[in-house]
């Protein structure tokens, strides 16, 4: 009986047409329709293999909301705006967000509601934890969903380390490429081939034995999000882990019940990611006609929006939680936890725009 495993597939495949490039190993992964992880069995939370912002506290969301608000009103409270989430997860974020945007009068009953999620059993749950929302949405499977005649708001919370890049490695003898091969008795391992196409030389030095990663995904997403920008008008904002200015680094991980393992171990089984690259993103999106912020620290973001101002609310109407919303607070902006290594950045129209928390 054949083995019909992701890894016994790619196993298969890789030994009939040669080795996969880290981007496309990391795609498969991820997508393929019968094994990949979101495709078949995304877990996320505290019960699964990773947490995202939103999970732990109810104030990340809260902040995008009234940082989604805010964006409009400064675009002149327009009478019909898209407020759309790529890859929404379980709907947390957008649920916290919908909840605070009550605020600001005007703004939910101009929304329509836009989820990009092309995984079935995430459209599912997010559907269930939208249910009984102020606004319900309707999903679409990519940008290329979203209309432009009005202006769009949207947020893209960890969705670029989903995104996988190439690996390029410099030796001793020139650059050599990162793939995953197979052994004889059908084990994956990673291995250097010879340089073809889609590289090109980095513009800083590099030591021999380190390793540059360049996505062609982030790339077309950073491009096809200013595209939207300068057609629709409006901001996009990219929260995630990831890098403010070129450099090298192998940051390939794969979490199974929030442990690092081997990403070659059980491929689909696990939540593969790599950095984002926000230059390479944000000159994308240039070159497509839109503006760009800088980066920013998640902490010095938050901070901005008030999230030091939302944790003494809370604390003040629970103070028995005092000790639980402190440490949330500490988790989403100290600069030894998710303060530093996760930034945000935006894409807005080219226009009078000043985007929230780039006031400064």
Not at 46 to 66: H, K, N, R
Not at 209 to 219: C, I, M, N, R
Request: net charge negative; aromatic share 6%; hydrophobic share 45%.
């Amino acid at each position: 009986m054949t083995d019909d495993t992701l890894r016994a597939r790619l196993a298969r495949e890789i030994a009939l047409t040669g080795p996969m490039t880290v981007a496309d190993y990391v795609t498969r992964c991820l997508h393929d329709p019968a094994g990949g992880y979101y495709a078949a069995h995304p877990a996320l939370g505290a019960g699964g293999d990773f947490i995202t912002a939103p999970l732990v506290s109810q104030m990340f969301g809260e902040l995008i909301g009234l940082w989604a608000a805010e964006t409009w009103n400064r675009l002149g409270a327009p009478e019909r705006v898209r407020l759309v989430e790529v890859g929404p997860g379980d709907g947390t974020l957008i649920g916290d967000a919908l909840r605070a945007a009550r605020l600001a009068p005007g703004f939910l009953e101009a929304c329509d509601l836009v989820l990009i999620e092309p995984s079935g059993p995430l459209r599912a749950q997010q559907a269930r934890a939208l249910a009984g929302a102020d606004l319900q949405p309707r999903w679409v499977r990519g940008l290329d969903g979203v209309e432009t005649d009005a202006p769009v708001i949207l947020i893209a919370n960890e969705v670029l380390d989903c995104m996988p890049a190439r690996q390029f490695v410099r030796t001793e003898g020139g650059w050599a490429e990162r793939r995953v091969g197979v052994t004889d008795d059908g084990g994956l391992f990673f291995g250097l081939t010879g340089v073809t196409a889609g590289f090109s030389k980095p513009d800083f030095d590099m030591a021999p034995g380190e390793v540059l990663e360049t996505s062609d995904q982030q790339a077309a997403f950073g491009r096809d999000l200013g595209a939207l920008m300068r057609e629709a008008s409006g901001a996009a904002l990219m929260i995630d882990y990831g890098r403010a200015r070129p450099e090298a680094g192998d940051t390939l991980q794969a979490l199974k019940r929030h442990l690092k393992v081997d990403p070659l171990e059980a491929p689909g089984q696990a939540d593969l990611t790599q950095w984002a690259d926000f230059p390479l993103v944000l000159e994308a999106a240039v070159r497509a006609g839109a503006d760009v912020t800088g980066c920013l620290g998640q902490g010095e973001f938050l901070r901005r929006l008030g999230i030091e101002a939302r944790a003494e609310a809370l604390k003040t109407g629970r103070p028995d939680a005092a000790p639980v919303i402190d440490r949330q607070l500490n988790r989403l902006t100290a600069e030894d936890q998710m303060g530093i290594l996760f930034k945000a950045a935006a894409i807005f129209s080219p226009r009078s725009l000043v985007v929230p928390g780039w006031d400064a």
